[in-house]
């Protein structure tokens, strides 16, 4: 059986040499790596899977880089993610950068040094380090949110939903059923979809007519214990609020549990509206009015469309809207408290 030794001996290399050709490290040529491929061929060496992936051009492995898998949103995501490549035939290597540049920077960075065949990333806000970064690992990628402005001249697809349009319907309920003191409680200027969902809950109140002031917005987090601190301080600063839309469903349940420790009855004396629609939201003494993201349909698709990306010799940019619906429960009611 030849080995790579017959290589590195016949073409009068050194065995590190072909065995970095073989792992397709950056440091070795092009045409090196040509020669050894046909020397393969010639000697009829059986190679690994590293070497299958030179010859083929492919590795079967794809990257997921996301924020904080073990939020229950992107946790549903991966799972939809993993069934698709799965069945493709496809390894996931995973990424947790909790929104940190420095983690998302060296994550692609060592990408760069592995043979994958594509990724799907979440990411926060690009600088340029980054944006090169993408362009440089030259390979099909799918954004789990909207390209932003300084964004749209890479060639990468995207998959989302209308965060502003979601939050507008889910403020615009609130207000139907008579409330016009509604806070505003949200996860970090980090996070992509922020900025929508607060202009959604903004434009809303500004259409209805209702006045608002910095007081009506508290920027926390994203955990349950930052949905108590931040309806603690909503309430410290608007003691009239009578309804509260959070920016995802684990701040609503921190709200809700706050407001039940101190006494305050939901919806009675205040209602509270999520965005997610998490398996939790549902629980009985939840019952969370919220609004529903698709979130393993988001990442089958997402998948999906990598899938078709790597499989095609001429990748199409494609941006895909999922929709939304305002899924109605207990936490919500009429403003029964100043009536």
Same mark, same amino acid.
């Given at each position: 059986?030849?080995?790579?030794k017959?290589?590195?001996?016949?073409?009068?290399?050194?065995?590190s040499?072909?065995s970095?050709?073989?792992?397709?490290?950056?440091d070795i040529?092009? !045409?090196?790596?040509e020669?050894?491929l046909e020397?393969m061929?010639?000697?009829?060496?059986?190679?690994n899977?590293?070497?299958?992936?030179?010859?083929q051009?492919?590795?079967n492995?794809?990257?997921l880089m996301?924020?904080?898998?073990?939020?229950?949103f992107f946790?549903?995501?991966?799972?939809?993610?993993?069934e698709?490549?799965?069945k493709?035939?496809?390894q996931v290597?995973?990424?947790?950068?909790?929104?940190?540049?420095?983690?998302?920077?060296?994550?692609?960075?060592?990408?760069?040094?592995?043979?994958?065949?594509?990724?799907i990333m979440k990411?926060?806000?690009l600088?340029?380090?980054?944006?090169r970064?993408i362009e440089q690992?030259?390979?099909p990628?799918v954004?789990?949110?909207?390209?932003?402005?300084?964004?749209?001249?890479?060639?990468?697809?995207s998959?989302?939903?209308?965060?502003?349009?979601?939050?507008?319907r889910?403020v615009?309920y609130?207000?139907k059923l008579?409330h016009?003191?509604i806070?505003?409680?949200?996860m970090s200027?980090?996070?992509s979809?922020?900025e929508?969902?607060?202009?959604?809950?903004l434009?809303?109140?500004?259409?209805?007519?209702?006045?608002?002031t910095d007081?009506n917005?508290?920027i926390?987090?994203?955990?349950?214990?930052h949905?108590?601190t931040?309806?603690?301080q909503?309430?410290?600063?608007?003691?009239?609020?009578?309804?509260?839309?959070?920016?995802?469903?684990l701040?609503?349940i921190?709200?809700?549990?706050w407001l039940?420790?101190?006494?305050?009855?939901?919806p009675e004396n205040?209602?509270?509206?999520?965005?997610e629609?998490?398996?939790?939201?549902?629980?009985?003494?939840?019952?969370l009015?919220?609004?529903?993201?698709p979130r393993?349909?988001?990442?089958?698709q997402?998948a !999906?469309?990598?899938?078709?990306?790597?499989?095609?010799?001429?990748?199409?940019?494609?941006?895909?809207?999922?929709?939304t619906?305002?899924?109605?429960r207990?936490?919500?009611?009429?403003?029964?408290?100043h009536?």
């Amino acid at each position: 059986m030849k080995t790579i030794k017959d290589i590195a001996k016949e073409l009068g290399l050194s065995v590190s040499t072909v065995s970095r050709a073989l792992n397709d490290k950056p440091d070795i040529k092009k !045409e090196t790596k040509e020669k050894i491929l046909e020397e393969m061929k010639r000697l009829n060496y059986s190679p690994n899977a590293n070497a299958r992936s030179l010859i083929q051009k492919k590795s079967n492995i794809i990257g997921l880089m996301l924020s904080d898998i073990t939020d229950p949103f992107f946790s549903e995501v991966a799972l939809g993610v993993e069934e698709v490549s799965s069945k493709s035939g496809y390894q996931v290597i995973y990424g947790n950068t909790f929104l940190n540049l420095e983690k998302e920077k060296r994550f692609l960075s060592s990408l760069l040094e592995r043979k994958i065949d594509g990724l799907i990333m979440k990411p926060g806000k690009l600088d340029e380090e980054l944006l090169r970064l993408i362009e440089q690992l030259e390979i099909p990628i799918v954004f789990l949110r909207k390209l932003r402005e300084n964004e749209q001249h890479l060639n990468v697809s995207s998959i989302d939903v209308n965060h502003y349009k979601a939050a507008y319907r889910a403020v615009e309920y609130l207000i139907k059923l008579g409330h016009v003191n509604i806070g505003f409680i949200g996860m970090s200027k980090d996070v992509s979809e922020e900025e929508d969902r607060l202009k959604g809950f903004l434009d809303c109140l500004e259409n209805h007519n209702i006045n608002y002031t910095d007081d009506n917005i508290i920027i926390s987090g994203t955990g349950i214990e930052h949905g108590g601190t931040g309806v603690k301080q909503l309430l410290n600063k608007k003691s009239n609020i009578t309804a509260i839309f959070t920016a995802n469903d684990l701040l609503a349940i921190g709200a809700l549990e706050w407001l039940v420790k101190n006494n305050y009855k939901v919806p009675e004396n205040i209602s509270v509206v999520g965005f997610e629609n998490l398996e939790i939201s549902s629980l009985h003494w939840i019952n969370l009015t919220t609004v529903d993201l698709p979130r393993k349909k988001i990442g089958i698709q997402a998948a !999906e469309m990598l899938m078709n990306m790597v499989s095609s010799d001429h990748v199409k940019k494609e941006e895909v809207e999922l929709d939304t619906k305002l899924i109605i429960r207990k936490s919500t009611g009429g403003n029964q408290l100043h009536s």
